[in-house]
């Protein structure tokens, strides 16, 4: 099937920002399998085991070989001492850079509580990878469980008791913390170097299929015509439609963006999904954006509004928690182009400041969707995705100062685009 190149980017970027690769594997299998294997029979709710795009947090007491003896769903207000974990005698033998309990920042704490439960179950994971390897007589434990975002399900939960659930999810953590990958492969005959694909979720998400039989029908390496082709990037609010607008009369060119039009009516859906099968129907858009502009650039010149870097940048800013520090370093593979993805001939980035990007998004006066809410909230999280855009390479990004008029901004662009495509 064609799209497998897509899972293959999808898979790259999850790899890559993993810690190791092995983390990645625990994280991909994992999050997919806890939550169908191994919580299916234990949650009350069915719905639960579901795909569903929250995480709940779960405090644990266990010993080190034995299971679970208790386990109680905190309500949301309570969630924030949870990060973290400590000795039940209060000593704290594991790795120093684990917060005690009670003492997680609002950042740490964000990927679980705010929407982005991939990151809270990953980052969570390896916490308790380091606490079972610290050994020890007890322990207590936060971690992320998907669950629900309705209040029913704290509710459901606040009472349940574990001990058919337990040994099943202590075992499956033990093989987190040691052999994993290995056991998973032994086990489920899963092959792990297989991407993740979409086409595993079609009877959950029906609109996968139709998705899926829309890239059945593209040729596998679309090429350029001669006209040039310039994407244009940046956060929301920072002016990419006007612009783009602007472009296309300015040059009588084909505007385009990715996700393209043909699959636009499923972006609601696959928004609302985890992350990783979100992302996955942002990375395919644009390979289906790739067939549109390879046909409009024999034409004339193309203007694509958003492309590969957009979902590159934002899956990296996703994956990593904390500080801008903590991204992937400069050069490194996830900041590569897809080899097998159209190449534009100039991407600009657009930015603006924090201030001036308020009032144009106050100035637009749209409903904001989940990711700008967040975006707004979180300028952590703004930082690491223009961050992740400025270290893309080959072809890099361009920034541009879009903070003056829309005049001068469109100048400033029609004359790199000018300089750059002119020859
Ligand atoms: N140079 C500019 N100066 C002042 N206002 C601007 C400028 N460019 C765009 N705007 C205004 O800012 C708002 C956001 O612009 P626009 O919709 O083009 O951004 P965008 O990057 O396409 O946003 P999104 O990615 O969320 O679709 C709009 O109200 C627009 O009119
Ligand atoms: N090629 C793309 C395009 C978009 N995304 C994701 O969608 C978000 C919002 O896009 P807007 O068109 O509404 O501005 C964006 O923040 C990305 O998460 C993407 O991943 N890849």
Redesign the pocket.
Known sequence: MNCEVNWLHQCCLNRNTAASPRQLVLKFGCSRNQRRCNCTTALPDPSLADLSPCFAVVAFHLGPWCPLTRMRLLSPPTLQPLWGWRSRSERSPGSPHLPPLGSASPMELSPAVGGRGEAGLYSTSRHWAELCGAGGPAWRAALALPCLPSSSCFETFETFQVPSFASEIFVSFQFRCFELETWLKRNTQQNFAQPYQISGCTSLIPEAKAVLDLVDTCPKHPKKGDFPVIV?E????????????SLKESLNAILLRSPPACISQWRKTFDDKPNHIRRAFYALGNYLVALEIAKASIESPVIV??YWHSTAAYAIATEISGKVQNLPPEHHEVYQWPEDLLKPDLVLL?T?SPE?RI???K????EK?KE?TELEANSLFREKVEEAYKRMENPECQEVD?????????KTILQLIKNHCSS
């Not at 940046?234 to 607008?245: E, F, I, N």
């Not at 100035?363 to 749209?366: D, M, N």
């Not at 879009?402 to 469109?410: C, D, I, K, Y």
């Open positions: 244009i940046g956060l929301d609010a920072t002016g990419k439609t006007t612009v783009t607008q509004d958003r657009l603006v001036e009032r144009r998004l100035g637009r006066g749209l969707t700008e879009a903070n003056p008029s829309r005049e001068e901004v469109l």
